[in-house]
Antibody, heavy 118, light 107 residues
Framework: QVQLQESGPGLVKPSQTLSLTCTVSGGSISSGSYYWSWIRQPAGKGLEWIGRIYTSGSTNYNPSLKSRVTISVDTSKNQFSLKLSSVTAADTAVYYC??????????WGQGTLVTVSS | DIQMTQSPSSLSASVGDRVTITCQASQDISNYLNWYQQKPGKAPKLLIYDASNLETGVPSRFSGSGSGTDFTFTISSLQPEDIATYYCQQYDNLPRTFGPGTKVDIK
């Protein structure tokens, strides 16, 4: 059974960079035709797709965030990561990592709340 | 971006009622549509993929239909454990986009 777990600081100051890591267990991040994705959800609001990475390193980002987002993968650690720069209060949200197969998200992390505040 | 709309935004129904949620895409997405269930404090759970295919282990009271721009999600007999917010999601194009959600309560 594949499991995903987000980790990283729960509090980030405005203008700084948000950094999160997703650790995949129960299977190799390199096996199968999967993309590894980040999705976020502000409190009481809907889901926003941030972007994804293939194990080759190929990435796709949401144009609304593209200038501030970097997603990377470390296959040796079975992890992938999210960096979001120049954060503001609008970036406060629960951040999920998820496995993408053909556009469908079957496996999700439990989510981690990141608050942007001074 | 493909915009997804859902209606209603919330509903209350009695146990055993048939519940229907609609989702509309801003352009033709064929059948590249998923439905998710999200309970408070939890990650979304995939229920329906390819607009009408039930994910393994999901109760058969859940169903989906539609293609193109108009889609429907149905709970044939609402159960107390179905209290959640339901989201549609398109995967025809990048960026992936989700509907705003429909919150389902028990009356």
């Amino acid at each position: 059974q594949v499991q995903l777990q987000e980790s990283g600081p729960g509090l980030v100051k405005p203008s700084q960079t948000l950094s999160l890591t997703c650790t995949v267990s129960g299977g190799s991040i390199s096996s199968g035709s999967y993309y590894w994705s980040w999705i976020r959800q502000p409190a009481g609001k809907g889901l926003e797709w941030i972007g994804r990475i293939y194990t080759s390193g190929s990435t796709n980002y949401n144009p609304s965030l593209k200038s501030r987002v970097t997603i990377s993968v470390d296959t040796s650690k079975n992890q992938f990561s999210l960096k979001l720069s120049s954060v503001t209060a609008a970036d406060t949200a629960v951040y999920y990592c998820a496995r993408d197969l053909g556009g469908s998200y079957y496996y999700w992390g439990q989510g981690t709340l990141v608050t942007v505040s001074s | 971006d493909i915009q997804m709309t859902q209606s209603p935004s919330s509903l209350s129904a009695s146990v055993g009622d048939r519940v229907t949620i609609t989702c509309q895409a801003s352009q033709d997405i064929s059948n590249y549509l998923n439905w998710y269930q999200q309970k408070p404090g939890k990650a979304p759970k995939l229920l329906i993929y390819d607009a009408s295919n039930l994910e393994t282990g999901v109760p058969s009271r859940f169903s989906g239909s539609g293609s193109g721009t108009d889609f429907t999600f149905t709970i044939s007999s609402l159960q107390p454990e179905d209290i959640a917010t339901y989201y549609c999601q398109q995967y025809d194009n990048l960026p992936r986009t989700f509907g705003p959600g429909t919150k389902v309560d028990i009356k």
